[in-house]
């Protein structure tokens, strides 16, 4: 089964919680950390692979802090999840012969169109899925 790692997880978090806050300045990692409970020191680490895939930029300075380098309708989830995670794969390519091999890559399209969605539209389903939830009495 496909794992994500806690790079992956954590560093989609931090995209998404920056995606959130496009146009309004940067976050400071410690507000990030602290609202997700992601460990400070781990999600610097992140941030800086993140910085050097082009998906974010930092600012130094007292306002300082990290944004998205772009628009979340212009940041993918695979390419947030491959900066860190690398290549993703179900079956490794060496074992994907064999009668099996038309369901792996069924699965593996399946997937990717779950992956190559943007922030903005993940952003958009996290928030019908919060609004399914609230009830009124």
């Known amino acids: 089964m496909l794992t994500l790692s806690a790079k992956a ?3 989609l978090t931090a995209v998404l919680e920056l995606a959130n806050n496009y146009n309004r300045g940067p976050l400071q ?10 460990p400070q020191h781990y999600l610097e680490q992140l941030l800086v692979v993140l910085k050097k895939s082009g998906i974010v930029e ?4 007292a306002q300082g802090g990290y944004a998205l380098a772009k628009p979340p309708v212009h940041v993918k989830v695979i390419d947030v999840l491959r900066s860190l995670d690398g290549k993703l794969e179900i079956v490794p390519e060496a074992r994907r012969d064999g009668p099996l091999l038309f369901f792996w890559n069924a699965l593996e399209k399946s997937i990717q169109l779950l992956l190559d969605k943007t922030v903005e ?3 958009a389903e996290k928030q019908h899925a919060d609004q399914q939830f609230v009830y009124h009495i």
């Not at 990692?29 to 992601?38: E, G, L, T, Y």
């Open 9 to 11: 997880v954590y560093g």
């Open 29 to 38: 990692i410690r507000d990030i950390a602290n609202a997700h409970q992601i």
């Open 58 to 61: 930092s600012y130094r300075g």
């Open 121 to 123: 539209e993940l952003m």
